[in-house]
């Protein structure tokens, strides 16, 4: 972790985005960048929360711990996004933990300040209103899904989530370079079942993959993978 005067990409940030022009030279003066190395852990679950994330750059997955051996990825964050959020409570103890899928640089405010800054902003205030209701639809979404989706639904859903959340680069491959193992924990599935389905999309010419590189080569074929059993019948 290092720490230094790295410019801020003001456009995605999403506390730059919704506080008023007045605040931003003390958002400036009480920013903190920090720089993660891939593999490394930005906050652990039932640490004390210090702060906020907002990340500069990078990709970062959100997980807890399942039990003594596998972690289950509640989701996964990219340039823009927030981080630490689920710590602010009565606990102020963060239930999950956050780690730098690739080199990542995040801007960090204290828990004081943002407590302020939501206090003097109320548009700031609406949006992570907003922002929690949205997160807390789609978990519960994703809740339903992994109860009644059978594991090749999963994972098409899966890939289909993550091309829609981080694009595709210039050949069509989703932008965000997932482990198996890291698949496996966010579609809650043995790492040799998400192997072997992997490998059956690929012969059936669904997806291409190529080391750590994912296309969706027939995206109408993965989204019937998704559909509630009576409709795909």
């Not at 490394?40 to 399942?66: D, M, P, T």
């Not at 289950?72 to 956050?98: C, Q, T």
Request: with cysteine; charged share 30%; net charge positive.
């Amino acid at each position: 972790m290092e720490k230094g005067l790295i410019s801020c990409f003001s456009k995605s940030c999403f506390l730059c985005n919704h506080c008023i022009p007045e605040w931003v030279p003390f958002v400036e003066k009480n920013k903190k960048m920090i720089h993660f190395k891939k593999g490394e852990s930005i906050f652990q679950e039932g640490e004390k929360v210090e702060g906020i994330y907002f990340l500069n750059s990078g990709k970062v997955k959100v997980h807890k711990q399942w039990n003594e051996e596998k972690q289950l990825i509640i989701r996964f964050v990219k340039e823009g996004d927030v981080l630490g959020h689920r710590g602010f409570g009565n606990s102020n103890i963060y239930p999950v933990s956050a780690t730098a899928l690739e080199p990542t640089t995040v801007c960090f405010f204290t828990y004081d300040f943002f407590l302020a800054s939501l206090k003097t902003n109320h548009e700031l205030t609406f949006n992570l209103l907003m922002f929690y209701s949205a997160e807390l639809e789609n978990a519960e979404q994703r809740m339903r899904d992994l109860v009644h989706m059978d594991t090749r639904g999963k994972i098409a859903d899966a890939l289909l989530m993550l091309k829609n959340h981080f694009g595709c680069d210039k050949d069509g491959n989703i932008e965000m370079k997932l482990t198996r193992q890291d698949l496996s924990s966010f579609v809650g599935a043995t790492y040799e079942t998400v192997f072997k389905i992997i490998n059956e999309l690929v012969k059936e010419k669904t997806i291409s993959v190529k080391g750590k590189e994912i296309k969706i080569v027939n995206e109408k074929k993965m989204r019937s993978y998704t559909l509630p059993a009576e409709v795909k019948k």
